[in-house]
């Protein structure tokens, strides 16, 4: 995907980093616990009429072979079909719009379900920790697991 092009149409969506935009994009698929993919219309051809956001303000498990042990792998799985789960049965799904993500091709925001943000429900069901950029914390240490992923 051609990120400068991608970043000249976004450029008019997310012109204010500070401030979100609420859309009634379609969510297509669940990629992990904080990561979706939504229909972006918007999306000049030739490119693929679809985004990844990252959730913002959290971070779940990975899962499978990204996962740097069997207990993150684990908990990565929870997060993620809790978060499908999530989508799956809200009737009404709306995409938050915030900013580029540090990595470029995927945006920064959050998923909104029936008016309840996807990161207070990750965190909510002990699911993710709150993060803002720091260094992460290894999910591999069961000290620091939720009660729920251990």
Known sequence: MNKFIVAMVLSGIMSAPAM????DYKVTRVID???VEFEAPFLPAPLKPV???RVLGVDTPERGGRAACPKEAAAGAAASAFSKRAVMEAKKVEIELKE??????RVLGDVILDGKKLSELLIA???ARPYLGEKKTSWCDTS???PVLR
């Open 100 to 105: 580029w993500d540090k990595f470029g091709g």
């Open 51 to 53: 985004l990844s956001l």
């Open 33 to 35: 616990g904080d990561t």
């Open 144 to 146: 620091l697991l939720p």
């Open 125 to 127: 069901n002990k699911l």
């Open 20 to 23: 979100a935009e609420i859309y």
